[in-house]
Each structure stands twice: as structure tokens, then as C-alpha cells.
Nanobody, 117 residues
Framework: QVQVVESGGGLVQPGGSLRLSCAAS?????MGWYRQAPGKQRELVAV??????????NYADSVKGRFTLSRDTAKNTVYLQMDSLKPEDTAVYYC???????????WGQGTQVTVSS
């Protein structure tokens, strides 16, 4: 069992910044963030994963150049720095972690990000 603990989120004006953090209780294979806006499906935002050619980070096209995913491997933690936020970034953001031991998927409880003036 992997515990996934999120922090961050809140209300910010358009053009502002927020930082999300997610910590896993055990070593992970991949870790990142998804989001779900009202009436829409959950979508990938940014995810770090290990691959045969080394670690990689994938971003949704809609956040490239604005969001940055970083990680602290020793702490099993990832950080999502969100800059130049837009109203369409408003959603519940969920941390996702895939365990390195059994490749099971775990989700955080979700944190609300609201971009509004």
C-alpha cells in the first residue's frame, strides 16, 4: 500500500502561480498530476516516469511552457510549479503514483485549483 499526500492548490488570479506537492510513502515507478474540470474527463497534466532509456517527464500540450514538474527522489516527492495560470486551468488536481514494487496505481484525494479574477 502506498500513501499519497497532496498539498498546495487554492485560488489565484489569471497570470498567477501556484505550486502543488505530492509525497508518496514508498518508492515509485511513476508519479505526476492529473486534473478534472467539472463535466470533463480526468486528463494528464504532467507525469514523471522511469523508462528503459532513463527518466522522462510528459506534459499535456495545454500546459507546456507554463507548468514545470520536478522531483525529489530521496523523498519520493514531486512538485508541480504552475505559472501563467489561466481560467481553463481550473480543476481538481489529483496526484497519481505507480508503485515500483507492484506497479499498482494510487491516487491522492485531490486538491482544488481555481483561477479567477
Amino acid at each position: 500500500q502506498v500513501q499519497v499526500v497532496e498539498s498546495g492548490g487554492g485560488l489565484v488570479q489569471p497570470g498567477g502561480s501556484l505550486r502543488l506537492s505530492c509525497a508518496a510513502s514508498r518508492t515509485i515507478f511513476s508519479m505526476g498530476w492529473y486534473r478534472q474540470a467539472p463535466g470533463k474527463q480526468r486528463e494528464l497534466v504532467a507525469v514523471f516516469s522511469r523508462g528503459n532509456s532513463g527518466p522522462s517527464i510528459n506534459y499535456a500540450d495545454s500546459v507546456k511552457g507554463r507548468f514545470t514538474l520536478s522531483r525529489d527522489t530521496a523523498k519520493n516527492t514531486v512538485y508541480l510549479q504552475m505559472d501563467s495560470l489561466k481560467p481553463e486551468d481550473t480543476a481538481v488536481y489529483y496526484c497519481n503514483a505507480v508503485s515500483a514494487s507492484d506497479f499498482k496505481t494510487y491516487w491522492g484525494q485531490g486538491t482544488q485549483v481555481t483561477v479567477s479574477s
